[in-house]
């Protein structure tokens, strides 16, 4: 399976700042996603990133507030933006080399805003 | 929204014993798949099993899917301490298609005592 790196691990920023959150894979992948883990929750969508073009935003999240660039098919970046506490939550990359095949995660960032 | 509904969210067992988490879901899917986490770490991918399968091994790992009652259990046998963990139920659904997307149950903690 694919090998994800993610960085920073985590993280303390102040609120009103942002944050880039970057996903390296040691293979090229077709899908690549960003997650929210909200303390003590599950999983949930934030976008899919395609190479080349604009991510596909879920419901609830927006480019302004999460953007996204995947310049090639090994790596990926989520920018959290204007960070306030309710940003507090585990953000994991996740990639997937053919469709409908498994989702292979990164380790998370942990990201508390202060 | 959420898809899958594991049952029961916390269960607490003997080291030997065996371990039967469940996952119920509302639409159609193409495929299930159980992840675990371990504190503080991204996921790990367990084993996926397709709509046009109902029973699946891997090691001490036994799933099965019924997709007439839309529910999935995952069996651990012999269990371990090593097994302690959040385990998450996520499908694909055909709608997402190329996608890929997959929606995550709100999970199940494990604790196995040794």
């Known amino acids: 399976s694919a090998v994800i790196s993610q960085k920073p691990s985590r993280d303390i920023c102040q609120r009103g700042t942002s944050l880039t959150i970057q996903c390296q894979v040691d293979s090229q992948v077709t899908m690549m996603f960003w997650y929210r883990q909200q303390p003590g929750q599950s999983l949930t969508l934030i976008a899919t990133?395609?190479?080349?073009?604009?991510?596909?935003?879920e419901s609830g999240f927006v480019i302004d507030k999460f953007p996204i660039s995947r310049p090639n098919l090994t790596f990926s970046t989520l920018t959290v933006s204007n960070m306030s506490p309710e940003d507090s939550s585990i953000y994991l990359c996740?990639?997937?080399?053919?469709?409908?095949?498994?989702?292979?995660f990164g380790d998370g960032t942990r990201l508390s805003i202060l | 929204s959420q898809q899958g509904e594991e049952d029961p969210q916390a269960l607490s067992i003997q080291e030997g014993e065996n371990a039967t988490m469940n996952c119920s879901y509302k639409?159609?899917?193409?495929?299930l798949q159980w992840y675990r986490q371990n504190s503080g770490r991204g996921l790990v991918h367990l084993i996926l099993i397709r709509s046009n399968e109902r029973e699946k091994h891997s090691g001490r790992l036994r799933v099965t899917l019924d997709t007439s009652k839309k529910s999935s259990s995952l069996l651990i046998t012999a269990s371990r301490a090593a097994d302690t963990a959040s385990y998450f139920c996520?499908?694909?659904?055909?709608?997402?298609?190329?996608?890929?997307?997959?929606?995550f149950g709100k999970g199940i903690t494990l604790s196995v005592r040794p």
């Open positions: 996740s990639v997937s080399v053919y469709r409908e095949q498994p989702q292979h």
């Open positions: 639409t159609s899917i193409n495929n």
């Open positions: 990133a395609n190479q080349g073009s604009e991510a596909t935003y």
């Open positions: 996520a499908t694909g659904s055909p709608e997402t298609g190329a996608n890929s997307k997959l929606t």
